[in-house]
């Protein structure tokens, strides 16, 4: 097919007539900028108006397309494309692409011998996404066999088997709801250890103590995001504690190209009206929050860090590295995630505390699992970590025991979900 995904930095490709973007992060518009003249460029809303704010990429260039519609594309031999949220960044989109093969584009010394016959081919191209069961009930695609997926692998490894995204932002909110109010009993006590036997604070003076400090607001929740990504845990707290969101002034330009009303009605250009503020995730440090609380100190008494990153989870020792597919659907299913669950880093004070939160933005290895045994395909295709023969060989393995393992459930078979967003 003439089309190309997130390939800015080869240019012009020989033979490609539309060139699509998943989302606006560096990695994958990588050399796309306001000298662009290779072709029109398809993307989401959201993206067209962060390309053209960010990058300064002439308008003229720039077709955002509507989501969930099939959209034939003009000048591809008929291809059409359907736009899917990825649950990735604001903006970012799943291409689900049907069509035939009219034409070998590129440079590669491959020739397809489907060109000019009349089989319909798709093709899911997921760039950044997180895998939920929403992906596979769209009405798009649920009961189509899929020919190629190009699969997000950026946790392809049973290592990276962290809590379902809503739980941990559920999570996020409910910890700032309860610091805000002064709740010194954030952590129930377990039975069996000595703070089940100690009481040092009486109900009476716990009330007194929330209704004191909830009048106050003297608690300022700084939240690390990247340019465009993490948003979903701002929004949440912000609601949680009715506060306006603050941030300098690049990153509210960068926030108002999203499209998204909710949140640009939460912010404001006072840093001292909002009990929330962003900064960049790298900035969500003791020190770097010292700073930076430096200039607020006569209004907010207390700063809270919150550090959202896949990076962040780690397994339980001694987890078995090597699971059958029924062990990792299971096991991961069991798990739950609350405000109790996330704990202060090291070195955090009663002034000024971290939290590392165990969230990303791409799919789990548990999800990429259920994922891929929800629906039929033909061939999976890595897109991170391919770099070496290692990686594409450790990968390889759990895509074959994926194909194993659907084919003895049956093509019908599909993952049973907690919930409508996480498996």
Same mark, same amino acid.
């Given at each position: 097919?003439?089309?190309?995904?997130?390939?800015?930095?080869?240019?012009?490709?020989?033979?490609?007539?539309?060139?699509?973007?998943?989302?606006?992060?560096?990695?994958?518009?990588?050399?796309?900028?306001?000298?662009?003249?290779?072709?029109?460029?398809?993307?989401?809303?959201? =993206?067209?108006?962060?390309?053209?704010?960010?990058?300064?990429?002439?308008?003229?260039?720039?077709?955002?397309?509507?989501?969930?519609?099939?959209?034939?594309?003009?000048?591809?031999?008929?291809?059409?494309?359907?736009?899917?949220?990825?649950?990735?960044?604001?903006?970012?989109?799943?291409?689900?692409?049907?069509?035939?093969?009219?034409?070998?584009?590129?440079?590669? =010394?491959?020739?397809?011998?489907?060109?000019?016959?009349?089989?319909?081919?798709?093709?899911?191209?997921?760039?950044?996404?997180?895998?939920?069961?929403?992906?596979?009930?769209?009405?798009?695609?649920?009961?189509?066999?899929?020919?190629?997926?190009?699969?997000?692998?950026?946790?392809?490894?049973?290592?990276?088997?962290?809590?379902?995204?809503?739980?941990?932002?559920?999570?996020?909110?409910?910890?700032?709801?309860?610091?805000?109010?002064?709740?010194?009993?954030?952590?129930?006590?377990?039975?069996?250890?000595?703070?089940?036997?100690?009481?040092?604070?009486?109900?009476?003076?716990?009330?007194?103590?929330?209704?004191? =400090?909830?009048?106050?607001?003297?608690?300022?929740?700084?939240?690390?995001?990247?340019?465009?990504?993490?948003?979903?845990?701002?929004?949440?707290?912000?609601?949680?504690?009715?506060?306006?969101?603050?941030?300098?002034?690049?990153? =509210?330009?960068?926030?108002?190209?999203?499209?998204?009303?909710?949140?640009?009605?939460?912010?404001?250009?006072?840093?001292?009206?909002?009990?929330?503020?962003?900064?960049?995730?790298?900035?969500?440090?003791?020190?770097?929050?010292?700073?930076?609380?430096?200039?607020?100190?006569?209004?907010?008494?207390?700063?809270?860090?919150?550090?959202?990153?896949?990076?962040?989870?780690?397994?339980?020792?001694?987890?078995?590295?090597?699971?059958?597919?029924?062990?990792?659907?299971?096991?991961?299913?069991?798990?739950?995630?609350?405000?109790?669950?996330?704990?202060?880093?090291?070195?955090?004070?009663?002034?000024?505390?971290?939290?590392?939160?165990?969230?990303?933005?791409?799919?789990?290895?548990?999800?990429?699992?259920?994922?891929?045994?929800?629906?039929?395909?033909?061939?999976?295709?890595?897109?991170?970590?391919?770099?070496?023969?290692?990686?594409?060989?450790?990968?390889?393995?759990?895509?074959?025991?994926?194909?194993?393992?659907?084919?003895?459930?049956?093509?019908?078979?599909?993952?049973?979900?907690?919930?409508?967003?996480?498996?």
């Amino acid at each position: 097919m003439p089309i190309a995904v997130d390939a800015f930095k080869y240019g012009t490709i020989p033979s490609v007539t539309a060139y699509f973007l998943t989302h606006a992060h560096s990695d994958h518009y990588t050399a796309l900028s306001n000298t662009w003249n290779s072709g029109p460029i398809y993307c989401s809303e959201g =993206t067209a108006n962060l390309i053209k704010h960010m990058l300064r990429v002439h308008p003229s260039w720039v077709h955002p397309l509507p989501m969930n519609v099939p959209t034939e594309i003009p000048n591809t031999g008929g291809v059409r494309v359907t736009l899917i949220e990825a649950n990735h960044c604001p903006g970012s989109c799943l291409f689900f692409f049907e069509g035939k093969q009219t034409v070998d584009a590129g440079d590669s =010394t491959f020739k397809s011998p489907y060109v000019g016959t009349t089989r319909t081919f798709r093709f899911l191209h997921c760039g950044d996404f997180r895998a939920s069961p929403a992906h596979i009930e769209h009405p798009e695609v649920k009961g189509k066999r899929i020919d190629h997926v190009y699969l997000d692998t950026t946790y392809l490894d049973p290592k990276y088997t962290f809590p379902p995204q809503p739980l941990v932002i559920s999570a996020c909110a409910e910890l700032a709801k309860r610091i805000q109010h002064g709740d010194s009993l954030l952590y129930p006590a377990q039975p069996g250890t000595m703070s089940a036997w100690v009481t040092t604070t009486s109900n009476a003076d716990v009330k007194g103590k929330q209704k004191d =400090t909830a009048k106050a607001n003297n608690v300022l929740m700084i939240v690390g995001t990247y340019s465009i990504g993490k948003e979903r845990i701002v929004k949440a707290i912000a609601r949680a504690l009715q506060s306006k969101i603050y941030c300098d002034s690049r990153k =509210t330009a960068i926030l108002r190209c999203q499209a998204d009303p909710e949140l640009e009605s939460l912010l404001t250009k006072n840093p001292l009206d909002a009990q929330v503020h962003i900064v960049p995730l790298g900035h969500v440090n003791l020190d770097k929050l010292k700073e930076y609380s430096e200039k607020y100190k006569n209004h907010f008494k207390k700063v809270v860090g919150f550090r959202p990153t896949g990076w962040t989870y780690v397994q339980p020792a001694g987890t078995d590295q090597v699971p059958s597919i029924p062990t990792i659907i299971s096991r991961a299913q069991r798990n739950t995630f609350t405000y109790t669950d996330l704990r202060q880093g090291r070195g955090s004070s009663s002034t000024l505390q971290v939290y590392p939160v165990p969230y990303s933005e791409h799919s789990s290895f548990f999800e990429l699992t259920c994922f891929a045994m929800s629906f039929e395909w033909g061939k999976m295709i890595a897109t991170v970590n391919v770099g070496s023969e290692a990686s594409r060989g450790k990968m390889a393995k759990w895509v074959e025991r994926w194909e194993k393992e659907r084919k003895k459930q049956g093509k019908n078979y599909i993952v049973p979900s907690r919930k409508d967003d996480y498996w």
